[in-house]
Structure formats: C-alpha cells, structure tokens
C-alpha cells in the first residue's frame, strides 16, 4: 500500500517538473517571438524611412512600388507574429497572404517579360495552390476559435463533479433531517 501511494507521490511530482518545464519553455518562446516583433518593427521604421528618401527626386517608381510591397510584406509577417502571441498559433490565412504578396512583389519587381517561362508557370501553379489553400481554409471548422477543446472538456468535468458533490450534500442534509 505505502509503495503504491509512493509511487503515486512520485509520477504527480514528474508530472509538475514536466509541466514546470513546458511552462517554462513556452515563456522562453514567446520572449523570442517578442524580440522578433521588436525586430521587424524597427525594420519596419528604417524601411518606412527609405521609402521616403525614394519619392524624393528624381522619382523611380520601380523602387518606389517595390518599397510599398515589401512594408506591406514586412505588416502582414508583424501581423502574423501578434497573431501567434495572442492565440498560440499560425494563422494560416495570413501566412498564405504572405506568400502570395511576396510572389507578386517579384512579378512586379522583376517585371513578367524578364522571368523565364518555366518560372512563371511554376509560380502560377504556385499561386493556385496558395488560391485553393484560402478556399478551403474557409471550410475547416475553426480549431482555436479562442476556444480551447481541452479546456471545455475539463471544465464539463468540474461541472459534473460540483453538481455530483451539491446533490451528495443535499442527499446528506436530507438524510440529518430525517
């Protein structure tokens, strides 16, 4: 009997370690994902302010163009970083518009007639996969809905057993009348 509760005592106190040490692992990786938004968003200033330096004459509009995707490109990946602080995970949606933006910047950089046949059919059979990616993103049941599967199930269960343990006391208060 002490060694069943014994080694009972010991699998709870492993159990804690490893949660302890997940808890501190996932501290760890949000950290790193904070320093990385600090990152792109300084980038972000020293790109806003290159932009700036471009419109001044003599205007290149090529620059200029490719400056305003790319800070688009650099908002959506900051967009994509706050998205995982806030709910733990990669929106795929916004990683797939990512895509999408980055391979157009190049189309339009780089200019159509200058890419080699091969690639622009690859990147158009690209694109269309990253098309049908969005499309049926819309039809997958939203999974962290800010809604935690786990959570909900554990707290079904602290549901029953409160509601179990109010009719135990109740039963019980009847029973002293009685």
Same mark, same amino acid.
């Given at each position: 009997m002490?060694?069943?509760?014994?080694?009972?005592?010991?699998?709870?106190?492993?159990?804690?370690?490893?949660?302890?040490? *997940?808890?501190?692992?996932?501290?760890?990786?949000?950290?790193?994902?904070i320093?990385?938004?600090? &990152?792109?968003?300084?980038?972000?200033?020293?790109?806003?302010?290159?932009?700036?330096l471009?419109?001044?004459?003599?205007?290149?509009?090529?620059? *200029?163009?490719?400056?305003?995707?790319?800070?688009l490109?650099w908002v959506?990946?900051? !967009?994509?970083?706050?998205?995982?602080?806030?709910?733990? !995970?990669?929106?795929?949606?916004v990683? $797939?518009?990512v895509?999408? $933006?980055?391979?157009?910047?190049e189309?339009?950089?780089? &200019? *159509? =007639?200058?890419?080699?046949?091969?690639?622009?059919?690859?990147?158009?059979?690209?694109l269309?996969?990253?098309?049908? =990616?969005? $499309?049926?993103?819309?039809?997958?049941?939203?999974?962290f809905?800010?809604?935690?599967?786990?959570?909900? *199930?554990?707290?079904?269960?602290?549901q !029953?057993?409160?509601?179990?343990?109010?009719e135990?006391?109740?039963?019980?208060a009847i029973?002293?009348?009685?």
């Open positions: 002490y060694e069943s509760i014994k080694q009972s005592s010991s699998q709870r106190n492993s159990w804690l370690n490893l949660n302890r040490i *997940v808890n501190i692992l996932e501290i760890i990786q949000d950290a790193i994902v320093c990385l938004c600090l &990152g792109l968003f300084s980038f972000m200033v020293l790109q806003l302010y290159s932009m700036v471009s419109l001044l004459p003599p205007v290149q509009f090529q620059i *200029v163009t490719a400056d305003i995707l790319s800070l490109i959506e990946l900051f !967009r994509l970083l706050i998205i995982y602080l806030k709910e733990q !995970r990669i929106s795929i949606g990683a $797939v518009e895509a999408i $933006v980055s391979v157009l910047r189309f339009i950089v780089r &200019g *159509v =007639l200058e890419i080699a046949a091969t690639q622009v059919l690859a990147t158009c059979a690209f269309l996969v990253l098309g049908m =990616l969005m $499309v049926i993103r819309v039809w997958l049941p939203p999974t809905d800010g809604i935690d599967p786990e959570h909900a *199930v554990s707290q079904r269960h602290q !029953r057993a409160t509601t179990k343990k109010a135990t006391n109740g039963n019980h029973l002293a009348k009685n």
